[in-house]
């Protein structure tokens, strides 16, 4: 077996300007579609305009507030009275203790920000955190609503690294676990291309019975990162695909760059972001392949994931 040197680190491709999410074949948007449509009046969303959040001057806090309002209102007219699964039952009393104790709480990850923009965040904050409709909610029973925010949220990641499908989950780790898991299914190899000394990726790696190595014949994937795609051209060459684990460092040094997109080689099939910035941590997909075999996780390993959403 052939090992595979590093002779350089291929940094990540960085444009000017906002992204935009890439697009799926037509074939592959007909299958989605087709399969939405038993949902499709549970979840119209017609009545609520698109926000665009990834301009150089973003959103206002009012902004923000009138997309939530519309969002909930969308809900309302579709969420079965007898259903109550989506929004948990919360004591008014409870919600006007605990509500300022959450906004407190994401504030303190952001007392680096200087004042004007921690008064901004607050004014985000605030609108979701002491909104009882919308914070006590349960994503895993689809609504409009819920369709709306998440759909919305997953778009930023989209864009940021173009790519058409995206997921999140509880943290780093799972997106990052759900990926391999999927590659391994799909290939049936337990082994990854990786770097050794990382010991996230090897403790998730040892998790699924999985071993971290250097040897790219017959590997599931090779796991590169932001700061160096060295392997991607040899593994191009090699038919094995890519994926980039996205470490809460790298993103921030990206976040504190001018308003820009990333793209990267053809052959990167995924994309995990750890949480820090984020509170959670998600996954992007470039084919439904793979997305798909990491849906099935639930099917294939119920004594650790019930569900794609719950780790």
Known sequence: ????????????????????????????????YLG?????????????????????????????????????????????TTESGNVYAVSKAFHALNGPLVVDEYLNKLRSLDASDLQRARAFVEAVALDAELRNRNPLHPSATDALVIGTLLDFPKQLFGFPYACYATDGRESLSLCLYAYRLRTGSRRIVGDASDETLKGVASRLGMTVCSDLDGAACVVATLSDLSLCEEASRRGVPVHVRCTDSELRQLLTKPLCHVRFPCNVS?????????????SLY?????????????????AAYLSPNEG
Not at 46 to 56: C, E, M
Not at 286 to 302: I, P, Y
Request: charge should be neutral.
């Open 36 to 80: 939405e449509l038993p949902a499709a009046s549970l979840l119209d969303t017609s009545s609520v305009d698109a926000i665009n959040p990834f301009t150089r001057s973003g959103l206002t806090p009012e902004q923000l507030r009138d997309f939530f309002a519309a969002a909930a209102k969308a809900g309302r007219k579709t969420t079965p």
């Open 286 to 302: 470039r084919d439904l392949t793979l997305r798909d075999a990491h849906m099935d996780v639930a099917l294939r390993w119920q």
């Open 270 to 282: 995924s994309l995990s972001i750890d949480d820090g910035v984020f509170t959670c941590g998600y």
């Open 1 to 32: 077996c052939q090992l595979v040197s590093q002779p350089h680190r291929s940094k990540m491709d960085v444009k000017e300007g906002a992204g935009t999410a890439v697009q799926d074949s037509i074939v592959n948007a007909a299958k989605k």
